[in-house]
């Protein structure tokens, strides 16, 4: 009779306990597919969603600055060769190899002007890639529609008059974009964050002789924006004199997955004459938040693998001590240590390889029905046929490093232990 004849013998006497072993090797599996899988697909999207959230790489002039100083006092540095930024450079960030992972391109144009008797700090810039870029502004009021429509800083529309407090202490500040609640750097509600209560008093300012309608004033932030007057970027060109020309670009690059460095490398090809600098800090915090996710993801996983290979080990230990007499017998006739290994070995070989592939179904059919409870943005679950192999490989290297150490155990049993049950 051959080895792989006993083992498949012994499996269909054993059903119970071969059951039992293959709920167990795939609830462990299928746990772990589910969070591969789930942490794969929100990691992908949570990763998407931190690049969409600010700039990461700036696009500023190139100039050579030169420092004076004479007898000990400093001098105002003198800028040399300054090259300026056109509307066109703006269009070329997008021709490089990587455009598909440029999510925001957002330029802008810097100046001071007088506005009401008060200096203020004007930035043109176009609204609908400004919005997305700062998506965590919250205003009162309403989007611009039109070009001389303005956003207007808290700072700046409170020194200009432009709002009053409320008596009802409730903000009717709304978010810029219609999107899921955002979660701060340091873990408190973007939407829970205490708001100061205020409405728009009068909507019409003059700057530079002209007039513009104020359309909404943001929610202070507590950063540079709080200061600052957003118009139009033509309309702002032309009233600060400089047509066509930029201050700024701003860019947010999709940096999870490909180096921020060569994005930077490729505009830097396409814009000879500009600066191009990654904020390598938070460029390192999204990918820290994704990595932690993962981490996590892979922690749990080799819990629940460590706990069904102990349970694989204690059932096949369990097995032995009930199979006393049957290895005996079968060393008694003459099967050798190796041979009782193997029939063994087969038996769990043919249990894990049924526990992983039921394991792997269970485990894409649990992602399928709880994605939609994780994902904010419709994500829909694909089948990667590595997972699937890979769920049998660790299945089957669970259930043999399990029961190397019983299987050894039974080929060293005496024969004479069979005589105990004649």
């Not at 499996?11 to 059951?19: D, N």
């Not at 894409?364 to 192999?389: C, H, N, R, T, V």
Request: glycine share 10%; proline share 4%.
């Amino acid at each position: 009779m051959r080895i792989r004849s006993i083992a498949w013998a012994n499996l269909k006497r054993r059903k119970g306990k071969a059951a039992f072993l293959i709920v167990g090797i795939s609830i462990g599996i299928a746990t772990v597919v589910a969070l591969l899988t789930l942490s794969r697909l929100i990691k992908d999207e949570i990763g998407t969603q931190l690049d969409q959230f600010g700039a990461n790489i700036i696009v500023v002039p190139q100039s050579n600055s030169l420092s004076l100083d004479y007898g000990g006092i400093s001098v105002s540095g003198v800028s040399l060769d300054v090259n300026q930024l056109k509307d066109e450079d703006a269009r070329r960030v997008l021709d490089i190899p990587y455009r598909n992972r440029i999510s925001v391109v957002a330029p802008k144009i810097l100046g001071v002007s007088n506005v009401e008797g008060q200096p203020v700090l004007l930035a043109g810039v176009n609204f609908d890639a400004e919005l997305k870029l700062k998506r965590w502004w919250r205003l009162v009021g309403q989007k611009p529609a039109q070009d001389g429509d303005l956003l207007v800083g808290y700072d700046a529309a409170k020194r200009l008059s432009l709002i009053e407090e409320t008596a009802d202490g409730q903000s009717q500040a709304v978010p810029v974009m219609p999107m899921a609640e955002i979660t701060s750097g340091g873990g408190v509600h973007a939407n829970h964050i205490q708001e100061k209560a205020f409405r728009i008093a009068r909507d019409r300012v003059q700057i530079g002789g002209n007039e513009f309608r104020v359309a909404g004033v943001i929610t202070p932030t507590g950063g540079s924006e709080d200061q600052i007057i957003f118009g139009s970027l033509p309309r702002f060109q032309k009233l600060l004199g400089k047509p066509d020309q930029l201050s700024m670009i701003e860019v947010s690059a999709l940096c999870i997955g490909c180096p921020v460095e060569e994005i930077v490398k490729q505009i830097s090809t396409q814009l000879p004459n500009a600066k191009v600098s990654a904020l390598q800090q938070s460029v390192r915090a999204r990918a820290e938040t994704v990595n932690r996710l993962t981490r996590f993801a892979s922690a749990v996983s080799a819990v629940v693998l460590l706990i069904g290979g102990l349970m694989v080990f204690t059932t096949m230990m369990g097995s032995v001590v009930e199979r006393t007499k049957e290895i005996g017998v079968l060393r008694a006739i003459g099967l050798r240590k190796r041979q009782i290994i193997n029939e063994l070995m087969i038996e769990v070989a043919a249990i894990s390889t049924i526990g992983g592939l039921v394991g792997w179904t269970a485990g894409m059919l649990i992602s399928w029905l709880i994605l939609p409870y994780f994902s904010q943005s419709g994500l829909k679950l694909e089948i990667d046929p590595k997972i699937a192999i890979g769920a049998i490989l660790v299945a089957v290297l669970i259930g043999a490093v399990s029961s190397v150490y019983p299987a050894i155990r039974a080929s060293r049993l005496d024969p004479s232990e069979a005589v105990r049950y004649v």
